[in-house]
Each structure stands twice: as structure tokens, then as C-alpha cells.
């Protein structure tokens, strides 16, 4: 009897330990992704033909051959790079984490990797690290770095899943031993504190070896969060399908990859920009669902970041930093009963946001039976002046009224001040 409950008291603290290490991630709310590596110098064009797809696939989808595409390192040399003014952006951006490609699935590594020469240092003219210059650049700006790591896909490795897009007779272990896991330790040996490893399509990945991965990234560093596309139900927070948003609430730490056009990798003729209003619904929609923004970047090959992804993230960056009160750190917001056509809702204990993104005189918000204790502007903390009462046939209303300046804007955010913890929403009843 006593035994047990030690155990049990023991696994409410390991698992409150686990909660602690991944607070960071919890509250972060809005990441950035970067998708960068020798795909970037076809920007979606190889020899006269241009590939339909994400343009990071553009190796296997057109076919080419290891030893055509290893010779783009030769081209490599991005001169315009700064990790330093990415960092800077993403900082300026309200983004709280960065997740870089260290090695995808085209199998170059981004970094001076010591166990094969396929990297930026030792096979391109330009000869610079660029996780370091990353991992360099996050540590002047007290910014969180994960690392993407394909760790099954490998097209330059011949026992790689995928290279030549065939499977079969390979020896993945040998793969595994001789590329994956060394250059795991790497990245987690020499490149500072990695807030997590962003695993990606696991494919034939067996649960044993995804264990493997985990264990090596944890006896390595413990706080390093592990991906849920390490396959096999390893991951310690899950990822949606890319661009994918889960229609409710969902429990447990979560992440949407996204993009802002409709590739990772640069691709010169993708032109299909989300607008900077879309991309900030889509942001609170996530967040008020519980879930991470990890909204992707692909620089070209100069380093240069095309100019129509930081004009959308300065535009949505003026959301995020107006109103960051209502954006970090808030808690998933459980099922309201109606769908605002004007706005969303996100939360933290004691507070509500109503997220107003059509212009209004006042918002009415009905069904909320909470004991609302105040009402302020997100953006400049003023006071705003409020009713609470009841609808005609009974169910809660709040009625807030709007600063006269406010009645033509859009975008901004409503803070009500709840006496208890939570929002209490009351069912629709006829
Ligand atoms: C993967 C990569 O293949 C792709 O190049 C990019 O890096 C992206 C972020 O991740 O693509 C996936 C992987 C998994 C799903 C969708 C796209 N999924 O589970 O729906």
C-alpha cells in the first residue's frame, strides 16, 4: 500500500517534471521554420523543367540522379546570409521559437559534420557553419533553436530510406550507424542547448530504432523536446499534418507546420502568398485551440529571404507585438458554443480575449456565464466599459463597448477579466 502510493506520487511528479521542461513550449505559441539547403539554387527548376511540388522534393520528384545533384555544393555560396538579422526578424516577429533544416531529406548537412563530407563547410566555396551561425545568432537574441533533422529519408545515402526511391535491399542499420546517429550527436554535442528535434517522416523507422533516436537525444540532453514524427507514438508533443489545423480543441502539446505560400523550399515561381491578415487568424486559431504556429521561411540560395514573407510577418508581427499579452502563454480555450463570424477567443486563468478582426461598435459576446470583473484594450491596457446582463430567453450576455477611435479597425484584442479561473460556457438552450 505504502509502495503504491509512492509510485503514484512518483509518476505525478515525473510527469509534472516532463510538463515543467516543456513549459517553454506550451506558452510559445508562434515559431518560426526555416527550410534551407542546396534545393534552394533550383528554386523549383532543373534543367528546363520545373517540379509541381514542395520544392525541397524537387531531387526525387525530377528524378535526379546523387551524383548530379551532390554537385550543386559547389554553387553554394550565400553571401547575403545573416542569421543574425533572421534572428532579429523572428524576434521582432513575436516568435519565441526557430526550428532549422540541419539536414533534409536531401541529405546535405547544414553544419561541418564530422562523419560525412556532404556538408555546407567541407563540399561548398562558401565554407561557413550555419547552425553555428544560427546557434550564434539565438544566443545574442535569447531565442530557442531546434533542430529539423530527417532522420530516415536520406537521397544521398545509398542505404537511406528513399534514395533512388526505392527500398529495397538496403541496409537502413548501416545507415543508421554510419550517418543518423553520429550526426545526431553532433548537433546535440557541439551546437549548445537544443530546445527540441524536429524528426521527420519516420517511414519503415521500426519502434526500436525510434527508441534509439529518443534515448540518444536524451542521454545527450534531457530538456531536448523529441518531435511526434519520430513515428511510433515516441514524440513528446504532436504535429499536425502540414498546414493542417485540428477542428477542435486538442489536448496535449501540439504544433501546426505551416507555410506562407504553398512550398518549404524556395521556388522561384511559387507566388501564392497568404495575406498577412489570413496568416494572423490562422495564428490565433491555432493558439486558441491550444496549439503552436510554426510558420515556415525558405530562403534562396544568396541567404536572401524572399521579400514578400517579411512583409507578411512584419504586417502579422505588428499583430503579435500589439497584442502579445493575448498570444503568449494563453491555455486552450475549450468549446464555445457559437462560431464568431468577427472574431476568436483565446485565454489564460482569469482572463478572456476576444480577438476582434472585423470593425464593430461594441462586442457582444452571449453564453458566457462568468462573473466578468473588468474589460481593457489589449493593446494600451485602458479601460473599456461594459454591461453583463441576461437575453430574453435567458442565457448570459456582455456587451463591451468599443473606443470611438476603434469603431473602423480591425485586429485588435479585447481582454475580460473573469472571476473565475476559467470561462464558463453555457450551452445554447431553446
Ligand atoms: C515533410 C517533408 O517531407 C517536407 O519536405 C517538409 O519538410 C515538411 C515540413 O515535412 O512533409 C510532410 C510530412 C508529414 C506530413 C505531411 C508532410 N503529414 O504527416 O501529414
Redesign the pocket.
Known sequence: MKSKTFRETKKRRDKKMQDTKQQWFKEAKFGL?I?WGLYALLAGEYNGKKTDR?A??IMNDLDIPAEEYEKLAAQFNPVEFDADGIVRKAKEWGMKYIVF?SK??EGFAMWDSKCSDYNVVKATPYGRDIVRQFREACDRHGMKLGF?YSQA?DWHDPDGYMHRKDNSGKNYRAYLERKCFPQLRELLTEYGEVALIWF??PMGTTREESQEMVDLVKRLQPNCIVSG?IGNGLGEYM????N?IPRLPYEGDWEV?ATLNDT??FNKDDHNWKDAEEIIHLLVKINSRGGNYLL?IGPEASGHVPEESIKILDEVGKYVNENEEAIFGTKRVGIYAYELDWGMLTRKDHKLYVHVFKPRRRVELLNIGNRITGAYLVADKRPLEFETGATCEGCSSIEVEVPEEYFDRKNYSICLEMEEEEPIFEPIIG
Open positions: 521554420f527550410h514542395i525541397e522534393w533544416t533534409h531529406h529539423y529519408q521527420d517522416t514524427r504535429t499536425t499534418g502540414d493542417f507546420p518549404w523550399g515556415n
